[in-house]
């Protein structure tokens, strides 16, 4: 019997995750609190007994002490509090960061909480002046992450043959997964021709490979086993995890094919003490179809080039040998900034209660969670299970 | 397009190659190349960090058309080959292929740098450093 990292352990205790939207009225703080109330509710705590806050920056500007107006907001007076901002890996990134911090005393309950407001209360985004990426990169027309995650797709194709149908074939099988979510603002089936039929962004990539960004917010509580045990659901324990920030520019990456997965998500397996063939089920990032290719091979699914005939014709669904993003992702669901990534933490969770409801893994032990950030610079791997 | 505007740390490179003279910021001591510059040496913490001179000769390693341009700036050029370079002394860039037709550049493609100003200082106002198909 193989433990988690954390001594005492912790599991993800309660989790809300609000409908995405294309736009929305209400400013992030809103929104922040339209989510944590329930998921303090799922958890069956009040916020006095929550004593520790992670939250994020918002893509649409953050200002400055941002913990603690959210706390004040939420009715929060927490021994712990702090902002995490890994990209897309973020939310992946706050559940060993809580977990580190009940282990070392800090608190018991820590709410992660995560939103993006689109719309008229987005405030214009804050950077720095002078920035190196700006000045190599994006002066020369990048395409936001469109043009990174393209430049990869093509060194894909050229390597291991891998075709804009296989690409396809992800969204197609993740489509599938999103039928019944109500959450998820796409859930109309999807051919590989319609795929192919949309227009190209920034080549190979077409437009419905490209995650939609909309309004959102998600929120999930981490707490100490010994509290865990006693709350309404059943926890879905912290078994093991790996990080690794590489990059931040795309031409500081080595390899465009080759991404920090390898590293994060060995060493998260390694520490929950299980193979990647002991996985029920994958909830890994998806702010294009390439994305999940490469995070497929990289954790070891299937060998690395070998993810395009993976994927081909492949069903991701709960009955399938490897069931992958079962709520149907952020191509589905859509990406709320940085609360997006949010979204794999949560179904991970809801299938290790055993209440993923059309798309429930059967007998679901062991999910495999992956968060990535910026340009593939940022990953986060969890592997997280019923059982410690 | 728009075009860079130097900071103190980058402001030789792009005096470089503004006199055509393109040159990447290179480690004395290890050796090591930096994409950009930077103070000192990120492997070996040595510094400064000097400008090593390339031949400007380099090959695609990989390339994207861009259909959609990501600003105003760019409305009037798509489509372009956005692309990663590697320089045949070792540094990578990233740039635009031009003079040619985005859609046949390919990874392999040998390339030649092309800056855009080709000559000539502008006060606080880099060239861009483009690359071309080798012919």
């Given amino acids: ?388 | 397009m728009r075009r860079p505007v130097p900071t103190p740390t980058s402001q030789a490179f792009h005096d470089a190659a503004s006199a055509g003279a393109l040159a990447f910021p290179r480690c004395t001591s290890c050796g090591a190349w930096a994409t950009y510059s930077r103070p000192w040496c990120p492997r070996c913490l040595h510094e400064p960090l000097a400008l090593s001179p390339v031949s400007g000769l380099g090959t695609v390693y990989a390339v994207t058309v861009v259909h959609r341009p990501p600003s105003a700036s760019f409305a009037d050029i798509v489509p372009y080959a956005f692309a990663i370079v590697d320089l045949d002394e070792g540094p990578r860039t990233v740039t635009i292929i031009t003079g040619c037709d985005p859609s046949i550049v390919r990874p392999g493609q040998r390339v030649e740098a092309s800056i855009d100003p080709p000559s000539g200082v502008e006060a606080g106002r880099a060239p861009l450093v483009f690359f071309r198909p080798l012919t």
């Fill in chain 1, 1 to 388: 019997m193989s433990h988690g990292p954390a001594t005492p352990p912790v599991a993800v205790t309660g989790l809300a995750e609000l409908a995405p939207t294309a736009t929305s009225d209400r400013t992030q703080l809103e929104l922040l609190a339209a989510v944590a109330r329930p998921a303090m509710l799922d958890a069956g705590l009040l916020p006095r007994a929550v004593d520790g806050l992670l939250v994020a920056p918002a893509m649409a500007g953050t200002p400055l002490t941002q913990p603690a107006m959210v706390a004040e907001y939420l009715g929060l007076t927490p021994s712990y509090c702090d902002a995490v901002d890994l990209g897309g890996a973020t939310a992946a990134g706050m559940v060993w960061r809580a977990g580190a911090a009940i282990a070392a005393g800090a608190c018991r309950h820590v709410l992660c909480v995560l939103a993006e407001t689109v719309g008229p209360w987005a405030t214009p985004r804050a950077f720095w002046k002078g920035l190196p990426r700006n000045e190599a990169e994006t002066i020369y027309g990048q395409a936001g992450a469109t043009s990174a995650y393209a430049l990869a797709a093509n060194r894909h194709a050229v390597e291991f043959g891998t075709t804009d149908e296989q690409r396809a074939a992800v969204l197609v099988a993740q489509r599938a997964n999103a039928a019944t979510n109500e959450l998820a603002l796409y859930r109309d089936p999807l051919t590989v021709d319609e795929v192919l039929a949309a227009p190209v962004i920034s080549s190979p990539l077409r437009l419905f490979e490209i995650v939609r960004a909309v309004s959102g917010a998600a929120a999930f509580i981490v707490s100490s086993g010994a509290t865990a045990v006693d709350l309404r659901h059943p926890p879905a324990w912290l078994r093991g995890f790996g990080e690794r920030v590489s990059h931040n520019g795309i031409a500081q990456m080595d390899d465009l094919t080759r991404t920090p997965v390898a590293d994060t998500a060995q060493r998260a397996m390694k520490m929950a003490g299980v193979a990647s063939d002991e996985i029920d089920v994958a909830e890994v990032y998806d702010c294009f179809t390439i994305t999940v290719i490469l995070t497929l091979e990289d954790a070891g699914f299937c060998p690395k080039g070998g993810g395009g005939a993976f994927v081909e014709g492949a069903d991701f669904g709960p009955a399938s040998a490897l069931p992958v993003n079962t709520n149907g992702g952020q191509l589905c669901m859509g990406q709320a900034g940085i609360a997006g990534g949010a979204t794999h933490v949560l179904q991970a969770v809801r299938q290790l209660r055993h209440a993923a409801g059309d798309v429930q893994v059967p007998g679901c032990e062991t999910a495999f969670v992956n968060g990535n950030g910026g340009l593939f610079g940022e990953q986060c791997s969890l592997v997280l299970g019923r059982s410690r």
